[in-house]
């Protein structure tokens, strides 16, 4: 049995390290198919796809999956804690510096080094992604079709119905091998879960109308975030900036690039937006009502994929989602890529993080040591 405080430990690590949103999804398959050897290809890329399916931030998602398939609901909660912390703390920190100094560029300037640290980990992503899909024709072209998608920058729900659809087509004649499965779904855990949420609610409702509606916005936000985090984001805009008014677009903007220069999913912006409406208690509040849906969500879906993993209609669709998710990391790749103004020195910086990262070495040294180096070349 999995310990739970290796779990924590684990993603806590990998939270430390997870710039580049998606791509960190790659490294969790490394640690926990390959290093660890909790979970079987198989069962994690099953994982993937429920994560591309399902709203929420996708490299969270998966991070829940891992703990949820190894340890039911404490286990989910675990590694979903872990890995989002790092990702927390620091953006808390931020929000109190930017309220301090109403100024981003300085803040960001000690981090502008790490982009091209960010770029090398998404890169590489892309390729360990890839590679096992190279022999099939068919998931190439889904592959092809995602990033094209994206780069005509279509609405990211709407390009993984597409290749849903694309894969019920390409793969129709595959034939799956049939299971057994006999396991109960045990839904008491997200029960009580649910249960302690709508009890915060009602506390809130009570107590703090401000803070209610902050939890219930987020709560909406996140129901409707299909298509990963930053999905999350224009909805966020139109329902604290445009409607509620309660801050202003610019300071919004300034929210998002604090988002990009954290590690872990870019709506950790919520809790950005909670500080400055109602400071710490606000952060707090504003950080478990955007994960929590999504959450409960992965739950119950990693619970009843052993029900549908048997349907061929999930088999094919899961060979799209994963196909997909590759085209996807190649469009981020790129789009990041492009942000940066590159010099002979930054393509040797990138050059010497992809091969230090193809070459395993821990992605949480890479990160710390270029960001060290970047510190003295860069500023």
Same mark, same amino acid.
């Given at each position: 049995m999995v310990n739970l405080k290796d779990l924590f430990v684990t993603f806590l690590k990998l939270g430390l390290t997870a710039f580049g949103g998606p791509a960190m999804v790659a490294y969790i398959r490394e640690v926990a198919v390959e290093r660890k050897q909790w979970l079987d290809e198989k069962t994690f890329h099953g994982g993937i796809a429920l994560a591309q399916a399902i709203p929420g931030a996708t490299a969270m998602q998966v991070a829940a999956y891992v703990g949820l398939k190894t340890r039911g609901i404490l286990g989910g909660l675990v590694s979903f804690v872990g890995f989002g912390m790092p990702a927390f703390l620091l953006m808390l920190f931020l929000s109190f510096l930017y309220e301090k100094t109403r100024s981003v560029s300085e803040i960001i300037s000690v981090f502008m080094g790490l982009q091209i640290v960010v770029v090398a980990i998404i890169a590489n992503a892309f390729l360990m992604f890839t590679k096992p899909i190279l022999k099939s024709k068919g998931e190439l072209l889904i592959a092809f079709l995602s990033f094209l998608l994206f780069t005509l920058k279509f609405n990211p729900f709407l390009i993984i119905l597409i290749c849903l659809l694309l894969s019920q087509l390409i793969f129709k004649e595959e034939t799956i091998k049939i299971e057994n499965n006999s396991k109960k779904v045990n839904l008491r855990g997200m029960a009580i879960l649910l249960i302690a949420l709508l009890f915060l609610l009602l506390l809130l409702f009570i107590s703090d109308k401000t803070l209610f509606n902050i939890a219930i916005t987020m709560i909406k936000i996140d129901c409707f975030a299909f298509g990963g985090a930053y999905a999350s984001l224009p909805l966020m805009l139109h329902e604290f900036v445009d409607r509620l008014k309660w801050i202003?677009?610019? *300071? @919004?903007?300034? $929210? %998002?690039?604090? $988002?990009?220069? *954290?590690?872990?999913?870019?709506? %950790? *912006?919520? *809790? @950005?937006?909670?500080?400055?409406?109602? $400071?710490?208690? $606000?952060? %707090? %509040?504003?950080t478990l009502a955007i994960f929590s849906p999504s959450f409960l969500i992965m739950a119950l879906a990693s619970e009843i994929d052993g029900k549908i993993k048997n349907s061929k209609i999930f088999s094919r669709a899961k060979k799209g989602l994963i196909a997909s998710f590759s085209g996807l990391l190649l469009f981020a790749t790129i789009k990041f890529a492009y942000t940066l103004e590159w010099n002979w020195i930054k393509l040797l910086f990138l050059s010497v993080s992809i091969f230090c990262l193809i070459k395993k070495i821990n992605i949480l040294y890479v990160v710390i040591i270029g960001a060290t180096i970047s510190a003295f070349v860069f500023k």
């Open positions: 202003d677009e610019k *300071t @919004f903007m300034d $929210g %998002i690039a604090l $988002g990009q220069i *954290t590690p872990g999913p870019i709506v %950790i *912006t919520a *809790t @950005f937006v909670g500080y400055l409406l109602k $400071g710490y208690i $606000g952060a %707090i %509040i504003a």
